[in-house]
């Protein structure tokens, strides 16, 4: 008989005491009347045989699709900044007022992350440390991923490498945003939801009144 190895809980929001602190300009409202006014992004964690895999992802409070992700075997500001430039090329557009929530990690504080924001148009928006009820959007899509991948009933074994969670997350990504049912979302999934949203506004456009 063989002994199970625990695996230790990691931090993933760590402080940075000395770097000031963008203000929340959510306040728990994680709504939005279109695409790019809110994303909201958090950190979380599997652990796997070869060490831990961090994984960032951004999520787009209208429809609740995932924007940009990155898993990395490190959680330093570089894998976040990577997660936001995948936000930036998938929508394409003009960021101007948007806001990107997240909590106080150290990653979310930097100063590279609020300069890079600045150029793509965003501001940050920082919840409180130690207040899930902050994040609570991001934390509800982490949640997901855990049950519905991570730990989910078709998974067998432990994770073997960092590689082998970064492909799976792919396929789950793609499911979630085109496949996985919302009640939010009057049970359709994101892509459809934004699918509906632009044909509206371009019915709009083409709807001209002639005098």
């Known amino acids: 008989?063989?002994?199970?190895r625990r695996t230790k809980k990691?931090?993933?929001?760590?402080?940075?005491?000395?770097?000031?602190?963008?203000?929340?300009?959510?306040?728990?409202?994680?709504?939005?009347?279109?695409?790019?006014?809110?994303w909201v992004?958090?950190?979380?964690?599997?652990?796997?045989?070869?060490?831990?895999?961090?994984?960032c992802f951004i999520v787009d409070a209208f429809s609740r699709a995932i924007v940009g992700w990155r898993v990395a075997g490190h959680m330093r500001t570089s894998m976040v900044l990577d997660a936001i430039e995948m936000a930036r090329w998938s929508r394409g557009t003009t960021l101007e007022g948007l806001r990107c929530h997240s909590d106080a990690g150290s990653q979310?504080?930097?100063?590279?992350?609020?300069e890079r924001l600045a150029e793509i148009g965003a501001v940050p928006s920082i919840g409180s440390v130690g207040d899930s009820y902050d994040n609570a959007l991001?934390?509800?899509?982490?949640?997901?991923?855990?049950?519905?991948?991570?730990?989910?009933?078709?998974?067998?074994?432990?994770?073997?490498?960092?590689?082998?969670?970064?492909?799976?997350?792919?396929?789950?990504?793609?499911?979630?945003?085109?496949?996985?049912?919302?009640?939010?979302?009057?049970?359709r999934?994101?892509?459809?939801?934004?699918?509906?949203?632009?044909?509206?506004?371009r019915d709009d456009l083409e709807t001209v009144e002639i005098p």
């Open 189 to 201: 999934p994101p892509a459809e939801y934004e699918q509906t949203f632009y044909a509206a506004q």
């Open 1 to 4: 008989m063989e002994g199970v």
């Open 41 to 55: 992004t958090d950190l979380t964690y599997v652990p796997t045989w070869a060490g831990v895999a961090y994984v």
């Open 108 to 114: 979310f504080t930097s100063v590279r992350y609020g």
């Open 138 to 187: 991001a934390e509800t899509v982490n949640g997901y991923y855990k049950a519905e991948l991570i730990r989910g009933p078709s998974r067998q074994q432990p994770w073997k490498t960092v590689e082998d969670v970064e492909l799976a997350t792919l396929g789950w990504v793609h499911w979630h945003n085109t496949r996985r049912l919302h009640g939010y979302l009057d049970d």
């Open 10 to 38: 990691v931090r993933t929001t760590r402080p940075d005491p000395a770097t000031a602190r963008h203000p929340d300009l959510v306040d728990r409202r994680f709504e939005a009347e279109a695409p790019n006014q809110l």
